[in-house]
């Protein structure tokens, strides 16, 4: 069964910085999507960043376009969103999701697998 669980949430001022870490198990897939997703309070679930793992390819979301960065440690089987020039409409719960092999969508049911979030908090 597979699991995502999701740290590094906080709360910083805006021009702050955070990692969040999202640690894998139970994959049996041989290759995978894995992507991070956000939701503000009244507001629906929106992608952020996603990566196709084997061909190590990214996508982000207009919004935090050269301030998020994903990656994938595959040693470590863990998935990373390192976040700087936070704003305070950065706030929301972050969730790590995956998918089998391609997943070339910010949709959030096209993504099979879900962490139960982390929570990030930005003040002015």
């Known amino acids: 069964q597979v699991q995502l669980v999701e740290s590094g949430g906080g709360s910083v001022q805006a021009g702050g910085s955070l990692r969040l870490s999202c640690a894998r198990s139970?994959?049996?897939?041989?290759?995978?999507?894995m992507a991070w997703f956000r939701q503000a309070p009244g507001k629906e679930r929106e992608g952020v960043a996603r990566?196709?793992?084997?061909?190590?390819?990214?996508a982000y979301a207009d919004s935090v376009k050269g301030r998020f960065t994903i990656s994938h440690d595959d040693v470590n089987s863990t998935l990373y969103l390192q976040m700087i020039s936070l704003q305070p409409e950065d706030t929301a719960m972050y969730y790590c999701?995956?998918?089998?092999?391609?997943?070339?969508?910010?949709?959030?049911?096209?993504?099979?697998?879900w962490g139960q979030g982390t929570q990030v908090t930005v003040s002015s």
């Open positions: 990566i196709y793992v084997a061909a190590d390819a990214t």
């Open positions: 999701a995956a998918g089998r092999a391609l997943v070339w969508s910010f949709v959030p049911d096209d993504w099979s697998d």
């Open positions: 139970g994959f049996t897939y041989s290759s995978y999507s």
